[in-house]
T-cell receptor, first 114, second 114 residues
Framework: DSGVTQTPKHLITATGQRVTLRCSPR?????VYWYQQSLDQGLQFLIQ???????AKGNILERFSAQQFPDLHSELNLSSLELGDSALYFC?????????????FGPGTRLTVT | EDQVTQSPEALRLQEGESSSLNCSYT??????LFWYRQDPGKGPEFLFT???AGEEKEKERLKATLTKKESFLHITAPKPEDSATYLC???????????????FGQGTTLQVKP
């Protein structure tokens, strides 16, 4: 158990809908990362937050947004869902914003868009 | 552009048959190279961080090494429970990449038969 929690574990929804994925980092970690894992793309970095502020953006679609709250949990919002958004979404956390700190991953949310 | 390539894509070993997995990388200033293990449907599990060429780290039957262009994950006398996908990732230290963003390879799927 990494100490990172994610809910829900599974999500099935229809195209065009909006969903929210939730992540709680390990105790003491200030950075939260979101990654998407699909069969053809592998693990892709989406976005990073550090202590409530956006730190870095990767290949995140405009239909996707995220935020980190004062209690440090984070939410990833996916809207106008398309079939191609079906994937595993992982949250990870680390102590600091960069400096090669280890990132610990949560169990993931499996999103299926039908 | 920062890039990570892992080989082979898949590897089948007999129990006790030692081997190595390769991770080749190009990055604009290496802050750290990370190895993770991922079981099907689960989140990546942190194994090692390597920071500079010549560094080595060991954990049970696994040993990770680093050169200026690649990293190896050596598996000595593997057991069936070592079967998993092994992921390599890099973190860049230069310019606008001063974040915790990880760039992952596609992974090597290892199967160890009893």
């Amino acid at each position: 158990d990494s100490g990172v929690t994610q809910t829900p574990k599974h999500l099935i929804t229809a195209t065009g809908q909006r969903v929210t994925l939730r992540c709680s980092p390990r105790s003491g970690d200030l950075s939260v990362y979101w990654y998407q894992q699909s069969l053809d793309q592998g693990l892709q970095f989406l976005i990073q937050y550090y202590n409530g502020e956006e730190r870095a953006k990767g290949n995140i679609l405009e239909r996707f947004s995220a935020q980190q709250f004062p209690d440090l949990h984070s939410e990833l919002n996916l809207s106008s869902l398309e079939l191609g958004d079906s994937a595993l979404y992982f949250c990870a956390s680390s102590v600091g914003p960069s400096e090669a700190y280890e990132q610990y991953f949560g169990p993931g949310t499996r999103l299926t868009v039908t | 552009e920062d890039q990570v390539t892992q080989s082979p894509e898949a590897l089948r070993l007999q129990e006790g048959e030692s081997s190595s997995l390769n991770c080749s990388y190009t990055v604009s200033g290496l802050r750290g190279l990370f190895w993770y293990r991922q079981d099907p449907g689960k989140g990546p599990e942190f194994l090692f961080t390597l920071y500079s060429a010549g560094e080595e780290k060991e954990k049970e039957r696994l040993k990770a090494t680093l050169t200026k262009k690649e990293s190896f994950l050596h598996i000595t006398a593997p057991k069936p429970e070592d079967s998993a996908t092994y992921l390599c990732a890099v973190q860049s230290s230069l310019g606008s990449s001063n974040t915790g963003k990880l760039i992952f390879g596609q992974g090597t799927t290892l199967q160890v038969k009893p």
